[in-house]
């Protein structure tokens, strides 16, 4: 199958003048899930935040072509509308805007984007309840500030609720499992899993393996030092599970 | 020439024309005040508590003054009706500085309430209004005492002992020449003991082919165990200046609720003085600046805890964009027998530009050891990674900063008591942050067709 989502390649960005991606090459096809995994400071969340564009980070190197259209030129708004989903590591907390403000105004420019007309308010609301059952979100929740007091497991749900309002084409899910207990992480795992077509891809960027008993990659991939060093199927994860990263840092530091 | 010595020269050689025209309460004042400006000068920027703002620029430029009480030909009554949706108010006019009823003012008035022309009440009732008139104001300041020199209209509103009013009163302020001006604006509140009301003033500029200054002093009694919320909100235009002063005394179990807001205009400057003379009283000061282009906001306050079982609150919020600037100066002040007082400041200042300036002074002053206080500012920029994370998902990033400029001033909104106040200032911050710039026939108090009754 020829059909390419996502094609990363000779990647390298950094910030303030510190390279952290050193060439990072990735392939993505539709109804695929990768997972991303590696020790601390290899730079998982970087190729997350580059992708999603955010401006804090430079790119000095590489292409990535989305589904046909240059990646790196767009502005994080219009890579959202072209079907590009980050769920955060850290949701950020938005004091004053509620998720309906919030959640209406995403898919609204969204929209617009695409030359439709706005959803209507009754629309909308019926949308907002049907994407809430996904991941078992709480109406008290979706009528609060963006993520304003919620707690660690909410957040990531929250998260998950609003990929599932945008029906991304790639969603990259940052961690999604660091915080959670064992019942959020299942949640929150069933409702990705729930939300996966054979149109849609998902990469998965965690530390530990145990997301993926909850959400089976087909292909797993070791990011160590800014560079994917190792790529296996879902084997490898449980490889790592069992040695730890340094087999492979001392395979790597030696050549 | 001084800007101060202008309107003296003036003064002087329209006495008897400006005291022909004017009572006796006003004309005794209005001539004490003259004494006092001897050998003065209007505050320059850089003096004490006006760091930002000069009070000698502000008054500098050759405004006409109307001596002569010249009728301006503009109908206001007809072509101007402001009213607040959902909720009925007893409203009034104040074009330029000439006091102007609402055709449907005294039907709507509870009994013994009094809302008029000030030149009208000292003459019809000056013992009541002789009582209070100038009794708070600091006259010791130059200018205050260049208001109460040349003032010759206002408006007098007296709520009289154990009356609450229902209805809230609304003051449209309109700017209408065909010559720059400046309005000699007068205000004097008096909520007597038991009494409550609400007021809403809102400032306008029709024609702002000319340049405009408002010389605004209100006084305000608020009686034991009264209410009074005011509500003051300008949406004039670049042209046009302000410089109010606000004397406020509170009584015994008192309430007061000030709330300003700056949505629009050319050169702010706000001076509030609130006195809690007696025991247990309330003051919640809040204010909303939003600024951009080269205008200039400046807000001044001075609380004063002069009794036990105080407590004041104030909070003050700014949104400076491009090259506008914004200074706020507050003062706690606690007496030494004001003990068991609580009273808190808080400013908080986002810039949404590089070039827009804030200057900020929060003080405390305390004299005794028995009180909870707390002061505290913080000037900032929009939080990247808020803005980050809304574009993320498809919120462009002019939208994703007006949502985060307005979510800031929703803790000062929330603060308005006034229902429907409240859901029509949301809806103006949210379209001023838009870049719509309110007009008049979309203030505060949205102004309709008029009203036939």
Same mark, same amino acid.
């Given at each position: 199958?020829?059909?390419?989502?996502l094609?990363v390649?000779?990647l390298r960005a950094g910030i303030e003048g510190k390279e952290i991606l050193?060439?990072v090459?990735l392939?993505?096809?539709?109804?695929?899930?990768?997972?991303i995994?590696?020790?601390?400071g290899a730079g998982k969340s970087t190729l997350s935040s580059v992708l999603a564009g955010d401006p804090s980070f430079t790119v000095s190197e590489g292409?990535v072509?989305f589904?046909?259209?240059d990646l790196l030129e767009l502005a994080p708004e219009n890579r959202s509308h072209e079907?590009l989903f980050l769920s955060f590591q850290y949701p950020v907390e938005i004091?004053?805007?509620?998720?309906?403000?919030?959640?209406?105004?995403a898919?609204?420019?969204?929209?617009?984007?695409?030359?439709?007309?706005? $959803?209507?308010?009754?629309?909308?609301?019926?949308?907002?309840?049907?994407?809430?059952?996904?991941?078992?979100?709480?109406?008290? $929740?979706?009528?609060?500030?963006?993520n304003?007091?919620?707690?660690?497991?909410?957040?990531?749900?929250?998260e998950?609720?609003q990929m599932?309002?945008l029906?991304p084409?790639l969603s990259i899910l940052d961690e999604t499992?660091?915080?959670?207990?064992?019942?959020?992480?299942?949640?929150?795992?069933?409702?990705?899993?729930?939300?996966?077509?054979?149109?849609?891809?998902?990469i998965?960027i965690?530390?530990?393996?145990?997301?993926?008993?909850?959400?089976?990659?087909?292909?797993?991939?070791?990011l160590?030092?800014g560079?994917?060093?190792?790529?296996?199927?879902?084997?490898?994860? $449980?490889? $790592?599970?069992?040695?730890?990263?340094?087999?492979?840092?001392?395979?790597?530091?030696?050549? | 020439?001084?800007?101060?010595?202008?309107?003296?020269?003036?003064?002087?050689?329209?006495?008897?024309?400006?005291?022909?025209?004017?009572?006796?309460?006003?004309?005794?004042?209005?001539?004490?005040?003259?004494?006092?400006?001897?050998?003065?000068?209007?505050?320059?920027?850089?003096?004490?508590?006006?760091?930002?703002?000069?009070?000698?620029?502000?008054?500098?430029?050759?405004?006409?003054?109307?001596?002569?009480?010249?009728?301006?030909?503009?109908?206001?009554?007809?072509?101007?009706?402001?009213?607040?949706?959902?909720?009925?108010?007893?409203?009034?006019?104040?074009?330029?500085?000439?006091?102007?009823?609402?055709?449907?003012?005294?039907?709507?008035?509870?009994?013994?309430?009094?809302?008029?022309?000030?030149?009208?009440?000292?003459?019809?009732?000056?013992?009541?209004?002789?009582?209070?008139?100038?009794?708070?104001?600091?006259?010791?300041?130059?200018?205050?005492?260049?208001?109460?020199?040349?003032?010759?209209?206002?408006?007098?509103?007296?709520?009289?002992?154990?009356?609450?009013?229902?209805?809230?009163?609304?003051?449209?302020?309109?700017?209408?020449?065909?010559?720059?001006?400046?309005?000699?604006?007068?205000?004097?509140?008096?909520?007597?003991?038991?009494?409550?009301?609400?007021?809403?003033?809102?400032?306008?500029?029709?024609?702002?082919?000319?340049?405009?200054?408002?010389?605004?002093?209100?006084?305000?009694?608020?009686?034991?165990?009264?209410?009074?919320?005011?509500?003051?909100?300008?949406?004039?235009?670049?042209?046009?200046?302000?410089?109010?002063?606000?004397?406020?005394?509170?009584?015994?179990?008192?309430?007061?609720?000030?709330?300003?807001?700056?949505?629009?205009?050319?050169?702010?400057?706000?001076?509030?003085?609130?006195?809690?003379?007696?025991?247990?009283?309330?003051?919640?000061?809040?204010?909303?600046?939003?600024?951009?282009?080269?205008?200039?906001?400046?807000?001044?306050?001075?609380?004063?805890?002069?009794?036990?079982?105080?407590?004041?609150?104030?909070?003050?919020?700014?949104?400076?964009?491009?090259?506008?600037?914004?200074?706020?100066?507050?003062?706690?002040?606690?007496?030494?027998?004001?003990?068991?007082?609580?009273?808190?400041?808080?400013?908080?200042?986002?810039?949404?530009?590089?070039?827009?300036?804030?200057?900020?002074?929060?003080?405390?002053?305390?004299?005794?050891?028995?009180?909870?206080?707390?002061?505290?500012?913080?000037?900032?920029q929009l939080d990247a990674d808020a803005l980050f994370y809304m574009r993320s998902r498809g919120i462009p990033e002019?939208?994703a900063r007006?949502?985060l400029?307005?979510?800031?001033?929703?803790?000062?909104?929330?603060?308005?008591?006034?229902?429907?106040?409240?859901?029509?200032?949301?809806?103006?911050?949210?379209?001023?942050?838009?870049?719509?710039?309110?007009?008049?026939?979309?203030?505060?108090?949205?102004?309709?067709?008029?009203?036939?009754?």
């Open positions: 199958m020829d059909n390419i989502l094609e390649k000779n050193k060439g090459n392939t993505v096809r539709p109804g695929e899930v990768h997972a995994m590696g020790p601390n292409e072509n589904h046909g259209v079907g004091p004053g805007v509620s998720m309906v403000n919030f959640m209406r105004a898919i609204n420019a969204k929209r617009k984007y695409f030359n439709q007309e706005p $959803l209507s308010a009754s629309d909308f609301l019926k949308l907002m309840r049907q994407k809430r059952e996904v991941v078992e979100l709480d109406n008290k $929740l979706a009528s609060r500030s963006v304003e007091g919620f707690s660690g497991g909410e957040k990531k749900r929250n998950i609720f599932a309002m029906e084409r499992d660091s915080g959670l207990d064992i019942d959020a992480l299942r949640i929150v795992a069933g409702g990705v899993n729930k939300l996966k077509t054979s149109e849609n891809a998902t998965v965690t530390h530990y393996q145990r997301l993926l008993d909850y959400i089976k990659p087909d292909f797993v991939h070791v160590y030092k560079r994917i060093v190792k790529t296996g199927g879902p084997e490898l994860a $449980l490889v $790592l599970e069992e040695r730890g990263y340094d087999w492979i840092k001392q395979e790597i530091d030696n050549q | 020439m001084s800007a101060l010595s202008q309107y003296i020269e003036l003064y002087d050689s329209h006495l008897e024309v400006i005291e022909g025209k004017s009572s006796e309460v006003l004309n005794s004042h209005r001539r004490e005040a003259r004494k006092l400006l001897e050998g003065k000068s209007l505050p320059h920027k850089g003096e004490e508590g006006y760091e930002k703002t000069s009070i000698e620029e502000m008054f500098a430029p050759d405004f006409g003054v109307n001596i002569n009480r010249v009728n301006i030909p503009v109908d206001v009554s007809l072509s101007f009706k402001c009213d607040v949706p959902n909720m009925s108010t007893i409203m009034a006019f104040v074009v330029n500085d000439t006091f102007a009823p609402s055709s449907t003012l005294h039907n709507k008035m509870p009994q013994g309430v009094i809302v008029d022309s000030l030149a009208r009440a000292s003459q019809e009732h000056p013992e009541l209004v002789g009582g209070f008139y100038n009794g708070l104001a600091q006259n010791e300041k130059p200018g205050v005492a260049l208001n109460t020199m040349l003032v010759q209209d206002g408006v007098f509103i007296y709520v009289p002992r154990g009356v609450v009013m229902e209805r809230p009163i609304q003051l449209v302020n309109i700017f209408n020449s065909v010559a720059p001006m400046m309005g000699v604006r007068r205000l004097l509140v008096v909520v007597e003991d038991g009494a409550s009301a609400q007021l809403l003033i809102c400032d306008h500029t029709q024609n702002s082919e000319y340049r405009y200054l408002s010389s605004q002093v209100v006084e305000a009694y608020v009686g034991k165990n009264a209410s009074l919320d005011i509500y003051d909100i300008e949406e004039s235009s670049a042209t046009t200046a302000r410089y109010s002063q606000l004397f406020a005394r509170q009584q015994r179990d008192s309430q007061l609720l000030v709330n300003g807001v700056t949505l629009s205009g050319g050169n702010t400057r706000n001076d509030y003085h609130i006195d809690l003379v007696e025991d247990n009283s309330k003051t919640t000061l809040a204010g909303m600046a939003i600024a951009s282009g080269s205008q200039h906001i400046d807000n001044n306050t001075y609380i004063k805890h002069a009794s036990t079982h105080g407590m004041s609150n104030q909070l003050f919020k700014y949104v400076l964009d491009d090259e506008s600037t914004g200074a706020f100066d507050g003062v706690i002040y606690v007496a030494p027998d004001a003990r068991f007082t609580e009273a808190y400041q808080s400013n908080r200042n986002l810039l949404a530009s590089k070039q827009a300036r804030m200057h900020t002074k929060p003080q405390l002053e305390i004299y005794n050891d028995d009180v909870k206080c707390s002061h505290g500012a913080t000037t900032g002019k939208d007006t949502m400029m307005q979510a800031f001033m929703v803790d000062v909104i929330d603060m308005v008591k006034m229902e429907g106040l409240r859901d029509r200032l949301r809806h103006l911050v949210e379209k001023r942050f838009y870049g719509q710039q309110a007009s008049c026939s979309e203030c505060a108090a949205a102004c309709h067709e008029p009203q036939k009754d």
